[in-house]
Every structure is written in structure tokens, then in C-alpha cells.
């Protein structure tokens, strides 16, 4: 049985919360909810008590003399709030304490999980972005919001993933806790990439082109996230860039979610100046828009051409491999592991693409898996040929599931380290 603290901000996904709460106390754990004020609008304190069986507070005065501000943070094995509003994420991001629960994050020395939820322009805003990435790079496991119908007729990035999700999270973080950053050591992480730094990145950027619509592609995400999953097994320091994949966060693995091409490499460089191992995983767009739209583009009613269509001019988005080879120093560290999908064409096979390109890209390793609309995207299976600079043995992966094609990958990696 854990030490739970649940944390609610006040957002209306606030209702979800009740349902996390159920699942813990039927799992046999000890849960504490600490709402905001705002959050005792959505969801009254009557309710939290009933279902968790102990008092509600909100603010530092309430048994003083039991100094529960101090006392929750430092007594607890885990906090999680869900959800995570843009003011909460900015108060805890800058180590603000006006209320219980930010008194509670600032005391943890416990595993903290935090699941954003806010509508898609307050998830999207730069200052939101910030702010998570702060509160990743501390140690706090980011589980990124799902796409879906949020409040009245929107529809976007900033769902709150479902409770069931949510609670496989924490329950996976409870069986191999590691404390956040202003925690006592944990002991030496085991396994064969103990000590190592790592970033993987994942998903499929967009590229938005008015405030309805974007240029994107079929990634899931699934790959780069049983990459990254793998490797933290293995003992490595993880980061997962994380571009729109609706997936929970793999246990000890810190998120760093972005949208674009260009927000995908300013995050992977920040995150690679120290790495040992660089992923590229991700689907990332070759071109983006040369103009965003500040309202949606309408389609024409002039029955003289009805068929009338825009002209949507197109601009390269920088070769974010190339450019992390090109960076790295004469030590040829990081390890740098690309990732392409291919289709076969007129002028050669999977694998004649894939040999161009490492040759091309100058990348340590390239994994090269054939895709399609009824391959590999979306599916929880892969077949992938990965391929080594200077050498001519092809290693092939699959058809798998994509941990395994993963842990294939890893043991590629380890073998350059």
C-alpha cells in the first residue's frame, strides 16, 4: 500500500479525477486529496471526502498543529495531480507555495506526476511549454494530454488522458519509484546502459497552416516510446521529446512534449548537449507552410470555378539528424541513431534508400522499416533493417512487437558504446 497524494486543480476535467481516486482506494492505497479553491468548483469537498475517507483543505491553516504542508510532501510515495491547469503548472514551474498543494510539490521528495489538461491554444502557448519543460527537466513525470473533445464544441491537444491510463502510470512509477530533483540519491541505477544519458524523440510534428488545420503525418508515436521505455529498463537517464503522440509516459522517463519541427529541434539540441545516445525516432515534417493564416481559410462559393482551391507554398524545415552530426565534436559523442520510413520506389528498395541516406545523413546507425497505409503506423508490431556506418551487415528486426524491435536497436547501440 502507497502514500498517495492527489492534487486537483481546477479545470473541469477535475470530474476524472474522482474516478483516479476510486481506482487507488480500491487498489488498497492511502489517498490524500489536496484541491485547489478553484477545483472545489468543479468538484465539491464533500465528494473527495466520501471517497476517500479523510478531510478535505485547501490552504496551510487548517491543523496547523500537525503542519500538514510539511507534513503530506514529506510522508508521501507518491503525488500525482491530475489535472494539471496552465496557472498550476506556472506556479509550480516557478516554486510559488499560496496554497496547499503547491506547498505539497514543494516538500515531495517522492515521484510526482503532473497530467496537463487545458484547452489546446493554453497547452500550445509558449509560456505553458516553457513551464512543462521546467518541471520535466526537474525530475516530474509529464503525462502528456490526449487529443479529443474538450469543453463545449472544441476539439484538440489538452484532454485529460482517461483515469484508467492515468492510474497505469503511477502504478508503474510506485513499482520502480526514483525520486525527483532535491531528493536524497537513489541508489545506482543496473543494467547494461546504467550511467548513460539518453534522448529518443518520438511522435509526428504538425505543421499548422491556419488556426483549424496543420500538415502532419500517420506516426503514432509507439516506436519512439518503446525506445525510450526500453532504455530506461536498461538502467539510462531518459528523455523523450515527444511530438502529439496520445501515449502515457513510460515509468521513469522524463517528457518533453513539443508540436512543430522547429520546437522538436530546439528541444532535442538542448536535451543532446550532454547525452550519450540520441534517437531520432520521431516522424518529423519535411516542409511546413511558408505563411500561417490567422483565420481559417475558407473555401470559395464562385460558381464561375467551383472547383477553386489555394495554393499552399511550401518551405523546408531544417534536417534536424544532419545537423546533430554535424554538431557533435571530434569524440563522435553522442551516438547518433536515425530512423527512416520508406516506401520503395522506381529507383530502388527499402534497403537501397535506407544505405543512401546513412550515407547521406552520416549517422552511427539508421533503422530503416518499410511503411504504408496498412504498415507500421498505428500497429503494435514492426520489421525494421538496421544499419551500421562502414559496415555492410544489415540486422533485421521482425516482424515483432515494437519492445522488441526496440531492445534490437539498444543492442545495436550498446555494441557502438
Known amino acids: ?57 485547501t490552504g496551510v491553516w487548517e491543523s496547523v498543529h500537525e503542519v500538514p504542508h510539511v507534513r503530506l510532501g514529506q510522508s508521501a510515495d507518491l503525488v500525482v ?60 513525470h509529464i503525462i502528456p494530454p490526449a487529443s479529443g473533445r474538450l469543453t463545449g464544441a472544441d476539439t484538440g491537444p489538452g484532454r485529460l488522458p482517461e483515469p484508467e491510463a492515468l492510474y497505469a502510470v ?24 546504467a550511467g548513460r544519458r539518453v534522448v529518443v524523440s518520438a511522435g509526428g510534428t504538425r505543421e499548422p497552416l491556419d488556426p483549424v488545420r496543420y500538415l502532419g503525418n500517420r506516426s503514432s508515436g509507439k516506436q519512439g516510446y518503446a525506445l525510450a521505455a526500453v532504455a530506461a529498463r536498461r538502467g539510462a537517464e531518459v528523455t523523450l521529446v515527444s511530438a502529439n503522440a496520445a501515449l502515457t509516459a513510460p515509468a521513469g522517463v522524463t517528457v518533453v512534449p513539443v508540436t512543430t519541427a522547429l520546437e522538436l529541434e530546439s528541444a532535442v539540441q538542448r536535451a543532446a548537449e550532454d547525452a550519450d545516445v540520441v534517437v531520432m525516432a520521431a516522424a518529423v515534417a519535411d516542409f511546413r507552410p511558408a505563411h500561417y493564416a490567422d483565420a481559417k481559410i475558407k473555401k470559395t462559393h464562385d460558381p464561375a470555378d467551383p472547383d477553386a482551391a489555394p495554393t499552399i507554398e511550401l518551405v523546408r524545415n531544417p534536417d534536424i539528424l544532419a ?28 534497403l537501397n534508400h535506407g544505405r543512401a541516406k546513412l550515407a547521406r545523413k552520416g549517422c552511427d546507425l539508421l533503422v530503416v522499416n518499410e511503411v504504408g497505409v496498412d504498415k507500421t503506423f498505428g500497429h503494435d508490431d514492426n520489421t525494421v533493417h538496421i544499419l551500421r556506418q562502414g559496415s555492410s551487415h544489415v540486422v533485421d528486426a521482425g516482424p515483432a512487437s515494437k519492445e522488441d524491435v526496440a531492445a534490437a536497436v539498444w543492442d545495436a547501440v550498446q555494441q557502438i558504446l
Open 170 to 193: 503511477c502504478e508503474r512509477i510506485l513499482a520502480h519509484p526514483a525520486p525527483h530533483t532535491g531528493a536524497a540519491a537513489s541508489p545506482p541505477a543496473r543494467g547494461p546502459l
Open 1 to 57: 500500500m502507497a502514500r498517495i497524494v492527489l492534487g486537483v486543480s481546477g479545470g473541469i476535467a477535475a470530474y476524472k479525477a474522482c474516478s483516479l481516486l476510486r481506482l487507488f482506494t480500491e487498489s488498497g492505497h492511502d489517498v490524500t486529496v489536496v484541491p485547489t479553491e478553484s477545483a472545489l468548483q468543479f468538484v465539491g469537498a464533500p465528494t473527495w471526502e466520501a471517497l476517500s475517507g479523510k478531510p478535505v483543505h
Open 81 to 140: 495531480v491530475a489535472p494539471a491547469t496552465a496557472d498550476l503548472l506556472a506556479r509550480a514551474a516557478h516554486g510559488l507555495a499560496g496554497d496547499l498543494l503547491t506547498n505539497v510539490l514543494l516538500t515531495a521528495r517522492c515521484p510526482v506526476v503532473m497530467a496537463p489538461a487545458m484547452h489546446t491554444e493554453m497547452w500550445d502557448h509558449a509560456a505553458t511549454q516553457a513551464n512543462v519543460s521546467t518541471l520535466a527537466e526537474r525530475g516530474i
Open 323 to 350: 545537423g546533430l552530426v554535424e554538431a557533435r565534436g571530434e569524440d563522435a559523442s553522442p551516438v547518433i541513431v536515425g530512423f527512416a520510413a520508406e516506401t520503395g520506389d522506381e529507383h530502388g528498395d527499402v
